[in-house]
């Protein structure tokens, strides 16, 4: 499984990853984090606000930080 993170490397992209990095290590799973901070990358795939969180190239959230629990939830439906 592929996290991205897309953005700048704002400090809201930052806590993203950082957010992103501790729900993978509390569900214990093999997963790689990735950020992307190319703007024409982003916007292929359909982001205008960062920070963005995609999995396995799936945009999960845009415009806004979540959680590790609900960076969780958007993992577990993407199993």
Do not use: Y
């Not at 806590?15 to 290590?25: H, S, V, Y």
């Amino acid at each position: 499984m592929i996290v991205q993170i897309l953005g700048s490397g704002c400090p809201k992209c930052k806590l993203l990853e950082a957010k992103a990095r501790e729900a993978i290590a509390t569900m214990g799973i093999d997963a790689e984090v990735v950020k992307i901070s190319e703007m024409e990358e982003i916007m292929n795939m359909g982001v205008m606000m960062t920070p963005a969180l995609a999995i396995d190239g799936d945009v999960k959230s845009t415009g806004k930080v979540l959680s590790a629990e609900q960076i969780i939830e958007k993992i577990k439906e993407s199993v």
